[in-house]
């Protein structure tokens, strides 16, 4: 069974900085894309960072270039995300998810790890 | 940049069938993918390449596209298909890889 077990969300101060981590389990971590999407309170899905499979290629969405790095251990079957500079408008659940291998689509998704940005 | 427009709600009576609308932009030249989410849990996958379902979806599930609108079909809707559904794009030609809806609260009367 594919499992996404997130964690490390928690509440800090603007400015401050954050590290996420994903587990997985049940299939080849290394052979698969991963991602992570942030969803603020009440509002919609926000893509914020992929990764390529051998770690090589990462994207970002704009409204968190710079500030937030997405890395994988193949080794451990994780996924992380390193959030630095963080404002109010970070403050989302935060889940990993898998790209499919047969399209770009999220086929399994953590269950989420709540980051509150708060002074 | 790439917007995908989702009315905000909509509502029908249980056996009825709900059509959920995703707008965007040419969209008839990208691969839409369909997200189901309840309240406190994560998003599953219910359509993905416009019309094809994971395993374990109901049949009642399915998706089309024409011209620049995607649609969602829930038929024979069952109060626990209450939940907010959510269309989904890749962009090859971008740095900015996957783009969402906004989402569509399905109320079931």
């Known amino acids: 069974e594919v499992q996404l077990v997130g964690s490390g969300g928690d509440s800090v101060r603007p400015g401050g900085s954050l590290r996420l981590s994903c587990v997985a389990s049940?299939?080849?971590?290394?052979?698969?894309?991963m991602n992570w999407v942030r969803q603020a309170p009440g509002k919609g899905l926000e893509w914020v960072a992929y990764?390529?499979?051998?770690?090589?290629?990462?994207l970002y969405a704009d409204s968190v270039k710079g500030r937030f790095t997405i890395s994988r251990d193949n080794a451990k079957n994780s996924l992380y995300l390193q959030m630095s500079r963080l404002g109010a408008e970070d403050t989302a659940v935060y889940y990993c998810a898998r790209f499919s291998r047969l399209g770009n689509y999220f086929d399994y998704w953590g269950q989420g790890t709540l980051v509150t940005v708060s002074s | 940049s790439y917007v995908l427009t989702q009315s905000p709600s909509m509502s029908v009576a249980p056996g009825q069938t709900a059509r959920i609308t995703c707008g965007g932009d040419n969209i008839g030249s990208k691969n839409v993918h369909w997200y189901q989410q309840k309240p406190g849990q994560a998003p599953v996958l219910v359509v993905f390449?416009?019309?094809d379902r994971p395993s374990g979806i109901p049949e009642r599930f399915s998706g089309s596209k024409s011209g620049n609108t995607a649609t969602l079909t829930i038929s024979r809707v069952e109060a626990g298909d209450e939940a907010d559904y959510c269309c989904?794009?890749?962009?090859?030609?971008?740095?900015?890889?996957?783009?969402f809806g906004g989402g569509t609260k399905l109320t079931v009367l």
């Open positions: 989904q794009v890749w962009v090859s030609d971008s740095d900015h890889l996957v783009f």
């Open positions: 390449n416009e019309s």
């Open positions: 990764i390529r499979s051998s770690g090589t290629k990462t």
């Open positions: 049940g299939f080849t971590f290394s052979s698969y894309e």
